[in-house]
Every structure is written in C-alpha cells, then in structure tokens.
C-alpha cells in the first residue's frame, strides 16, 4: 500500500480538529439561527470549495484547448465532477439549514437555492455531453468549451442574479447578517474549515484523475 504524502497526513489532522470543534465550540445565540449556526462551518466552505474548484475545471480546459494535451482533459473532468460533488453537498446542508430556520427543506421563494440548483445541473450537463462522444480528441474539445461557458454562468448565478431579488439569506428580511454569523469565535473554525475542505476537494480530484489515467491505460491495452 502506497504511504500517504506528509500534507494528506496533516489535512486529515487538521479536518478532524475543524469537525471536533465545528461541534463543541461555544457558539453565540443568534437570533433565528441560535445552534444552527454550526452549519456555517460546513454549508459556507463547501460552496467556497466547489467555486474554487470549478475555476480549477475552467483552468484546466482552457489549457486542454491551448494544448490539445488529454491530460488536462482528465484534470478538467476530475475538477468537475468533485465541483458538483461539493455543490451537492452545499445544496444538502442549506436545504438543512433552511429546514430548521425558513421551516421548510426548500422554498422556490429563496432565488440562491434555486439557482444554485440551476447552476449545479449545466455542470452535469457537462458529462451528458461527453457521454455523447466516443473519439477522445472530439469529446475532450467539445467538452472543454462547454465547461468554459458552464463557469461563465457561475457568478451570475450564484453571486449577481440573487443579490437583485428578493432572498431569504443572511442580511435581508430580518435574517442575521453575515458578519453576524460570522462572529471572532466562528471564525477560528469557519476559515480552517474553508482551507480544510478545499484541502480535501484537491486530494480527491487526484484520486479520481489517478483513476482516470489507470483506466485509460487499462483501455489501450485491451485494444491492442
């Protein structure tokens, strides 16, 4: 068995730390929220972690297309789809959130959550589209324009469109602000838990690109 790199032993030492104290930590009682607020550690850094890697994804297609190299058509797909695994647990944790501050698992009142959803479903439209392809060159250029518009879309739908309407999030219609939520005792755990879960978004990505590389090689080899 392979020996873990010195980092991966460190991040799961830091990540234990960050969910032992996201849950025992004193937290301020804030109003609405009050326990709840414990989310913060992991509803917050999840989608900071999925944003950070879908430009990860965007980055490495436009090198595919500068390049034409397959290797970061792999890095590009691995980005991707640990993104949307990030994305979707973002979702389930506001949905969580939203169950016991708003009263309901979810509400097509609140426009972040709907088009967070939206936005999660043209990345997945992203493997529909390679699926449709079995030329690797064809599908690796195809994909990697389509990724570089679904990353366009990112910030209109996440950060621009919703901050025009009306929301139930933190900071409108009588919900605590966010600098609320994000009092000096929340932030010892909140800004760890933020390079934590990008830490383990990246130690993923190369699992599932080392994966992708050992099937491909197993592929050759059963043609020829």
Known sequence: MPKLSVWKYLLILWMTTVLVAGFLIR???????????????????????????????????????????????????????????????????????????????????????????????????????????DDPEKRAKIAAVYNVFAATTVPFLLYI??????????GADGNPAFSDLTAPELRLVFYPAVIGFIGLAVWIIQLRYRYLVLQNRLDRSGST
Request: contains cysteine; hydrophobic residues 55%.
């Open 161 to 170: 469109v919703p901050r025009q309407l009306p929301s139930l999030h933190p």
């Open 27 to 133: 937290v301020p009682e804030i109003p609405i929220l009050y326990e709840t607020s414990r989310n913060l550690f992991f509803h917050v850094p999840m989608w900071f972690t999925m944003t950070v890697v879908f430009a990860a994804g965007l980055v490495f297609s436009i090198r595919y297309l500068a390049s034409s190299r397959l290797r970061f058509d792999a890095l590009a797909e691995s980005a991707t789809l640990i993104g949307i695994l990030f994305g979707l647990c973002g979702l389930l944790t506001g949905s969580l959130w939203a169950r016991f501050t708003w009263g309901t698992w979810w509400t097509f009142a609140e426009p972040k959550m709907n088009l967070s959803a939206m936005a999660l479903m043209i990345y997945v439209a992203y493997f529909v589209l390679r699926s449709a392809f």
